[in-house]
T-cell receptor, first 113, second 115 residues
Framework: KAGVTQTPRYLIKTRGQQVTLSCSPI?????VSWYQQTPGQGLQFLFE???????NKGNFPGRFSGRQFSNSRSEMNVSTLELGDSALYLC????????????FGPGTRLTVT | EDKVVQSPLSLVVHEGDTVTLNCSYE??????LLWYKQEKKAPTFLFML????IEKKSGRLSSILDKKELFSILNITATQTGDSAVYLC???????????????FGQGTILTVHP
């Protein structure tokens, strides 16, 4: 069974631009969570989607948004990029609706210059 | 606010040594504790612990959860250079309300195994 896939793997953007990252969960998994990983803050929860609905959101500004499609694929969008948005963005999928183990994709390395 | 603390933050050992990594947590409506291994890529799932006192094992790795004292340990016996990585633990609450899908991670323990 294929794992979680994320595209693109690497991205360089300039301040003020916006970016869209994509995540395809493991087949059959319907819950997708997004995390931001930086050296200073570690792994921090962004949001979680299930059946096209955002059920939870972390403490990030409104510039960070996302959505989930009917096939469980998810996208996250960051508008008006700032230098501090440079990070590894990871998505994780879970089989169970209720508090199941999460499996991570390879991540998208975003660099904002 | 939920909090997960790992210790030590870094550890240097030689091949063949046994190591114990610690993880303490304060997670509202706690359900499970997860361990991940992260090399220069995405975290790889190791264990999910939900019940107290029941050891989970996978090869040379084992882990146990103490829900009374709110901590977990990850043991690695007969370490190998391939065990060098960052080990992350994360607390997972029961689903519902503002808890869906939210893992709270510790800072990680950087393990370096020398030949």
């Amino acid at each position: 069974k294929a794992g979680v896939t994320q595209t693109p793997r690497y991205l360089i953007k300039t301040r003020g631009q916006q970016v869209t990252l994509s995540c395809s969960p493991i087949s059959g998994h319907r819950s997708v969570s997004w995390y931001q990983q930086t050296p200073g803050q570690g792994l921090q929860f962004l949001f979680e989607y299930f059946s096209e609905t955002q059920r939870n959101k972390g403490n990030f500004p409104g510039r960070f948004s996302g959505r989930q499609f009917s096939n469980s694929r998810s996208e996250m969008n960051v508008s008006t990029l700032e230098l501090g948005d440079s990070a590894l963005y990871l998505c994780a999928s879970s089989l169970l609706d209720l508090a199941g183990e999460q499996y991570f994709g390879p991540g998208t390395r975003l660099t904002v210059t | 606010e939920d909090k997960v603390v790992q210790s030590p933050l870094s550890l240097v050992v030689h091949e063949g040594d046994t190591v114990t990594l610690n993880c303490s947590y304060e997670v509202t409506n706690f359900r499970s504790l997860l361990w991940y291994k992260q090399e220069k890529k995405a975290p790889t799932f190791l264990f999910m612990l939900t019940s107290s006192g029941i050891e989970k094992k996978s090869g040379r790795l084992s882990s146990i959860l103490d829900k009374k004292e709110l901590f977990s340990i990850l043991n690695i016996t007969a370490t190998q250079t391939g065990d060098s990585a960052v080990y992350l633990c994360a607390g997972l609450p029961n689903a519902g309300g503002t808890s869906y899908g939210k893992l709270t991670f510790g800072q990680g323990t950087i393990l370096t195994v020398h030949p």
